[in-house]
């Protein structure tokens, strides 16, 4: 058997994004997503985290991966390239543990949005072909460098970027007669360990293209980009996942179940002195239910509180309530519920944020979080709303679910 190595870098100082390799992203640290992509490959043998961070270390080592090192701090500086990290990981391993595989497998945290088997195809590339010294995923390039100049100044020329054999003017040129170019991604580079070793490159002189699908194209780098990519990560898309895949949204919606207190309420409860009890809502939560029963979606709520201030939210709301119902019996009323209603669960929305309302995310065809959920829930999420219970959760779905009915029509 080929002994092939998954290697993920990640050091610990990152400034961007502080403790961006494990900081939560779409409900799991963002080093997991690179972690189940090898361990999910069929053809990778062997599974490990190259960090100087002891914290990195351990949550790498609860997903699966190994770190029988810590990275010495001279190759985890900012300016650091890549190579240095992997000529030490494979001295390291060489030298202690008497391990050399043939092929090296590199996985940016950074590009944690894969499809299902781009590992196993990138080392298939590699072994099917005896000139390669590596393989790198590529994607068609957003902007057209045959339209690139070369910047020397103010109130100097520019100078074009690139030329093109038998076309005087490309910059002038429809885009349609030029090369087709590509752009290198973080994905994936599956690389001969002698191209390392012995041209000292993680390229090496030969190098052959995964195309990767460009809707997979992601790499963060700031917090816009995490809150965009987050967004891509619960759209249904096919990917590698930590946990279970999440699904889309269904085509046809008919109903949509809220969980009362941390989904309608932030989850606080204010109690005088006679023991009465007040909570906190979003007035906007019911702007669009009206809209949404006029297109054939009704809303209503699911809950476990016995306070007579689910009712008489619900009714403000004009949406029809359960409530004081058993904390371990949401499932159960909710099956018996769609039963009455003689509405398919593969037709229901159900939005909730707390461990009680799981039973409910396996009977619905979406399942919902809000912002603020457990982690757990937000694991178990179909989708993650922006916003937090209690302060607009409801009125962002029920657009979210507006947007997508509109775009079908």
Same mark, same amino acid.
């Given at each position: 058997m080929t002994e092939i190595l998954a290697l993920i870098p990640a050091r610990g100082g990152s400034k961007g994004i502080p403790r961006k390799n494990i900081r939560s992203f779409a409900g799991y640290p963002l080093i997991a997503w690179s972690i189940a992509a090898a361990k999910q490959a069929d053809l990778v043998t062997r599974v490990i985290v190259s960090t100087d961070d002891e914290e990195i270390a351990? &949550?790498?080592r609860e997903w699966g991966a190994e770190t029988p090192f810590l990275r010495p701090a001279e190759f985890?500086?900012?300016?650091?390239?890549?190579? #240095? =990290?992997? +000529?030490?990981?494979?001295?390291?391993?060489?030298? /202690?543990e008497g391990y050399k595989p043939e092929i090296v497998v590199q996985l940016r945290p950074t590009? #944690?949005?894969?499809?299902?088997?781009?590992v196993d195809d990138a080392i298939r590339i590699l072994l099917n072909h005896a000139d390669a010294d590596c393989v790198r995923g590529v994607v068609p390039a957003g902007q057209n460098p045959f339209k690139m100049w070369r910047f020397n100044g103010e109130g100097k020329p520019l100078n074009p970027l690139l030329e093109v054999e038998g076309i005087p003017e490309p910059y002038n040129a429809p885009r349609q007669i030029l090369p087709a170019a590509y752009w290198q991604t973080g994905h994936i580079d599956a690389i001969r360990v002698s191209t390392i070793t012995q041209k000292r490159s993680l390229t090496g002189d030969v190098i052959y293209p995964l195309v990767i699908d460009p809707k997979y194209t992601v790499d963060i780098d700031t917090l816009p980009d995490w809150a965009k990519y987050e967004a891509l990560?619960?759209?249904?898309? +096919?990917? &590698?996942s930590p946990g279970k895949s999440r699904r889309a949204m269904p085509e046809t919606i008919k109903l949509i179940i809220s969980d009362f207190d941390g989904v309608v309420t932030d989850n606080l409860v204010l109690t005088d002195e006679n023991g009465k009890e007040t909570v906190s809502a979003s007035r906007s939560d019911s702007m669009h239910i009206k809209t949404l029963r006029d297109k054939g979606i009704e809303v209503m709520v699911l809950s476990s509180e016995p306070n007579p201030v689910v009712m008489a939210r619900a009714t403000k709301m004009g949406v029809e309530a359960i409530h004081n119902v058993g904390l371990h019996d949401k499932g159960r009323v909710m099956r018996e519920l769609l039963e009455q209603? /003689? =509405?398919k669960? +593969? /037709? =229901?929305i159900y939005v909730g944020n707390d461990l009680n309302d799981l039973p409910c995310f396996e009977v619905a065809g979406w399942s919902v979080a809000v912002a603020d959920a457990y982690p +757990? =829930?937000?694991r178990a999420a179909d989708f993650v709303l922006t916003k937090t219970g209690g302060h607009g959760a409801i009125r962002e779905l029920c657009e979210i679910v507006l947007k997508h009915i509109k775009g079908e029509n």
């Open positions: 351990a &949550v790498a985890a500086q900012d300016k650091t390239t890549d190579l #240095p =990290v992997f +000529e030490h990981a494979l001295q390291w391993l060489a030298e /202690n590009s #944690p949005i894969r499809p299902l088997r781009m990560a619960y759209s249904g898309l +096919e990917m &590698v209603k /003689n =509405v669960a +593969e /037709n =229901v +757990e =829930v937000i």
